[in-house]
């Protein structure tokens, strides 16, 4: 069973830094592509970032390139999101989600129950 579960959010000033974690199982996280996506409040889903599953080709949308890090540990089965320079339009849930296959620009299969970044002072 597939089983993708985040942690690592919580409420942090803006300008401050978080780094989120999803640790994986159930499948061989090495062998697939792996993305980031987020809710804010009242809002459909934003994909964030991803990362091919050789973690050699990453992407992220405008809004967070130059803040976010998409990265991978493919020994641990664990992928990570350090955000840094945190803005307050940053606020939602964040969802790890699993893609069909090894490069980011298939679908996403799977989800975790996500985690919440909440910027604000």
């Known amino acids: 069973e597939v089983q993708l579960v985040e942690s690592g959010g919580g409420l942090v000033q803006p300008g401050g830094s978080l780094r989120l974690s999803c640790a994986a199982s159930g499948f061989t996280f090495s062998s697939y592509a792996m993305s980031w996506v987020r809710q804010a409040p009242g809002k459909g889903l934003e994909w964030v970032s991803a990362s091919n599953s050789g973690d050699s080709n990453t992407d992220y949308v405008d809004s967070v390139k130059g803040r976010f890090t998409i990265s991978r540990d493919n020994a641990k089965n664990t992928l990570y999101l350090q955000m840094n320079s945190l803005k307050p339009e940053d606020t939602a849930v964040y969802y790890c989600?699993?893609?069909?296959?090894?490069?980011?620009?298939?679908?996403?299969?799977?989800w975790g129950k996500g985690t919440l970044v909440t910027v604000s002072s």
């Open positions: 989600a699993k893609v069909t296959g090894a490069y980011w620009n298939n679908g996403m299969n799977y």
